[in-house]
């Protein structure tokens, strides 16, 4: 079967201000897609149109995928996507000991990583071809989770069941994930604040890579689960061996 064509495909990455759904969006938009990016954050969003040279085939919109009536309204104007992306998340102030974890900070994580995605489903498959699909990022957490991270590990595997039951409710659309290891994002400045680079760099020394990931691994990872037809239901982990070690 021929490959998924991306030229001309329209294509809705939510959470695609920074990280890993900037470096999709400037992927596809070079493969000549028509690219969506979808955030909160007004001023996070005309930034990400600027670094990518205010593209004439990119549009930007804002919603909280943590509201229904936010993403209801998104899918409002009927407009087909061929594909829907979901990098968002939201986990400032969850990467605490249980003592410390404040249920607020933990339903943020839930409302971006599970909530969000479900809405996104609900009310975006109905706009996709059969040859469509939605695709999630998960995290290495939900397979080597450590202490302070029990939220952030939980959400993701709850996260990758979801992932198989939509794949087989909206089938033939296809629901895949992406499980990121350690990515050098914006992210990891809620993880480990001032100490970023050094956590970054001691993880890199133990992978079997050799490094920790950049956004552009994630973003490969997600342009072939987007362009393989026959993949889904799967979570696909790209994490530089850190399952291993």
């Known amino acids: 079967m021929t490959a998924i064509r991306i030229e001309g495909a329209k294509v809705l990455i939510v959470g695609g201000s920074s990280g890993m759904g900037l470096a999709l969006a400037r992927h596809l938009l070079a493969e000549g897609a028509s690219v969506t990016i979808a955030g909160r954050s007004r001023e996070r969003l005309a930034a990400a149109r600027r670094h990518l040279g205010d593209h004439p085939k990119l549009a ?9 009536e936010e993403v209801a309204a998104l899918f409002q104007d009927g407009e087909p996507l061929d594909h829907i992306v979901s990098t968002a998340a939201d986990i400032e102030g969850a990467y605490q000991l249980l003592p410390s974890i404040e249920l607020a900070a933990a339903q943020r994580v839930v ?9 996104l489903a609900k009310h975006g498959a109905a706009h ?3 040859a ?6 998960s995290g290495v957490a939900a397979y080597r989770p450590a202490a302070r991270g029990s939220v952030v590990a939980a959400v993701n595997a709850a996260l990758e069941g979801l992932v198989r039951a939509l794949a087989v409710e909206l089938a033939p659309i296809r629901i895949n994930a992406v499980s990121p290891g350690w990515v050098d994002t914006p992210i990891w400045g809620f993880v ?3 100490a970023k680079q050094a956590t970054l760099d ?7 890579a050799g490094r920790v990931g950049q956004p552009e691994d994630i ?10 037809g026959f993949t889904t239901g799967t979570i696909l982990h790209v994490e530089g061996g850190h399952r291993l070690v």
């Not at 409302?111 to 809405?119: D, I, Q, R, T, V």
């Not at 469509?132 to 990022?137: D, F, P, R």
């Not at 001691?202 to 079997?208: D, F, K, S, T, V």
């Open 202 to 208: 001691a993880m890199a020394e133990r992978l079997p």
């Open 192 to 194: 480990a604040g001032d």
């Open 128 to 130: 996709l071809p059969p």
């Open 60 to 68: 930007t919109r804002a919603v909280d995928i943590a509201r229904e």
């Open 219 to 228: 973003a490969d990872a997600i342009r072939f689960l987007i362009g393989n």
């Open 132 to 137: 469509g699909s939605i695709t999630y990022t």
């Open 111 to 119: 409302e971006s990583k599970f909530y969000g995605p479900l809405l």
